[in-house]
């Protein structure tokens, strides 16, 4: 039996083509379509996005919130495009990619990187997870407001969970949040949030 090869594309190609309009991701290789985001999915992310972006203006943090950059894994032929991502602005001279590709791949120049999860709930809890602690993230949440993920991430019996992953020593220790927890973050202590809050936004 012959099975035919899907041909691998290289950042650079996957660069120079992505289109506008639609979201897209290099994973290793492979070229993948990111769904359609429903309502509630894009209202998680508005209601974060203003609310962070609040926080970074308060505490007067030269932070900001991009629309479309990508984030490269340095191994690998992979880029993902991440619902929420800070930017730390002063260490974008030392991107090498940022000018042509509005690219980053230094842990400095990122914060936070936050998912929220969709129908690819693997990719954010698997294969971004990995990733994104190989570059060194220092934080990394992932936001399951409508109980997708499996019952090994979201407890059982599956209840909405904001998974903040904070690097410790090389390595993700993950802390839950739940219904009226208030979200602790690293990066943005003063954050003045509940899971709830946030769950409310979908």
Known sequence: MIQALRKLVTFEDFAAW?????RYELHDGVIVEMAQPTGGHEDV?????LEISADIKRLNLPYYI????????????SAYSP??????????????????????????????????VSSNWRDDYYKKLADYEAIGIPEYWIIDYAVIGARKFIGNP??????????????????????????????????????EQIFKAS
């Open 66 to 77: 991009p629309k479309t950059v990508l984030v490269k894994p340095l191994e690998g032929e």
């Open 45 to 49: 992310v508005g209601f974060l996005a």
């Open 158 to 195: 599956k209840l909405p969970t904001i998974s903040i992953y904070q690097l410790i020593d090389g390595e993700y220790q993950v802390t839950q949040f739940r219904s009226s927890d208030p979200i602790v973050s690293p990066t943005l202590p003063e954050l003045n949030l509940t899971a």
């Open 83 to 116: 619902d929420i991502l800070i930017i730390n602005r002063p260490n974008l001279v030392n991107e090498p990619l940022w000018k042509k590709e509005s690219t980053v791949s230094q842990a400095v120049s990122i914060p936070l990187v936050i998912e929220v």
């Open 18 to 22: 992505r289109p506008e309009g639609r």
